[in-house]
């Protein structure tokens, strides 16, 4: 009753996957350990002709006891900067006025370990005919001075956070493992 059975490191096969089992009249798996392409690059539906999403890094550094992603996403992957922003040009050009920037911990992003998540916060405020930037979610340990500076001073930059608060509880974010 299976056609495919693929992982979290290879959505951009089903299509060949789906293809194969067609021809083959047999079920397919195949489950990478490692990211092979960046996921952004899909086909996708909007919802909404004027917002988009943008997934800026796949996985996560973090070891929260709650928490699955870094064992099925695997260790935080941050996308290069350029192909973020060509991907949101893209968006713009075709009428999207409002960008969400996604990712685990997304502020967390250091592309190479020097493009910051300030720093891609103020490019996309350089891209013409984007209106409104957004990101979600943010990592209260990741949530620095210049971030906050981007957002004060890159005026698409929307004056709003959704960031995930897990306790009020010392004892109990210890036990989370989340700081």
């Not at 056609?3 to 990478?32: K, M, Y």
């Not at 930059?157 to 009020?168: A, C, K």
Request: contains cysteine.
């Amino acid at each position: 009753w299976v056609d495919v059975v693929f992982g979290t490191h290879n959505l951009g096969s089903l299509p060949e996957l789906l293809e194969r089992a067609r021809f083959r009249n047999e079920a397919q798996v195949e489950i990478l350990e490692q990211l092979a392409g960046f996921p952004s690059n899909l086909p996708t539906r909007r919802e909404s002709a004027y917002s988009g999403w943008v997934a800026i890094s796949v996985g996560c550094n973090n070891t929260c006891t709650f928490c699955i992603v870094p064992s099925l996403r695997g260790k935080e992957q941050d996308r290069p900067p350029e192909d973020i922003l060509a991907e949101v040009e893209h968006l713009v050009a075709d009428g999207v006025l409002e960008v969400t920037l996604l990712g685990q911990n997304v502020n967390a992003y250091r592309y190479g370990g020097t493009h910051g998540f300030a720093e891609l916060l103020r490019a996309c405020g350089k891209v013409a005919g984007l209106r409104r930037v957004r990101f979600t979610s943010p990592h209260p340990r990741d949530f620095t001075d210049d971030v906050i500076d981007a957002m004060a001073s890159t005026p698409n930059v929307m004056p709003q956070l959704h960031m995930p608060l897990q306790s009020g509880s010392d004892e109990v974010l210890r036990r989370m493992r989340r700081s």
